[in-house]
Nanobody, 119 residues
Framework: QVQLVESGGGLVQPGGSLKLSCAAS????????MGWYRQAPGKERELVAS???????NYADSVKGRFTIFRDNAQNTVYLQMNSLKPEDTTVYSC?????????????WGQGTQVTVSS
């Protein structure tokens, strides 16, 4: 099993910054990707950013140029630096981890952390 613990959410004014962290523990071998999703009420879940074991990254169009994902592989931790935050970024952000093990994909999720952008 894998446990994911997120931190770093909170309240910030428009234009401000936050940095989310997600630390993985447990059976952390064979990690193929880590990243962040978000889901606002009444909307579909959106992949915000992802980082693969090959160091490739992917971002939602809505956050390109404002958010940066990076990983500390030694610590099995993924970070999301969020700059120039907008009110529409307000929602719960959830960390995920993907493992590829004997040809099977396994997904694990954190409990989520609330980000609120408001003046």
């Amino acid at each position: 099993q894998v446990q994911l613990v997120e931190s770093g959410g909170g309240l910030v004014q428009p234009g401000g910054s936050l940095k989310l962290s997600c630390a993985a523990s447990g059976s952390t071998g064979s990690i193929s990707a880590m990243g962040w999703y978000r889901q606002a009420p009444g909307k579909e879940r959106e992949l915000v950013a992802s980082s693969t074991s090959c160091s490739s990254t992917n971002y939602a169009d809505s956050v390109k140029g404002r958010f940066t994902i990076f990983r500390d592989n030694a610590q099995n931790t993924v970070y999301l630096q969020m700059n120039s935050l907008k009110p529409e970024d307000t929602t719960v952000y959830s960390c995920y981890l993907q493992k590829l093990f004997y040809g099977q994909l396994y997904h694990y999720w954190g409990q989520g952390t609330q980000v609120t952008v408001s003046s």
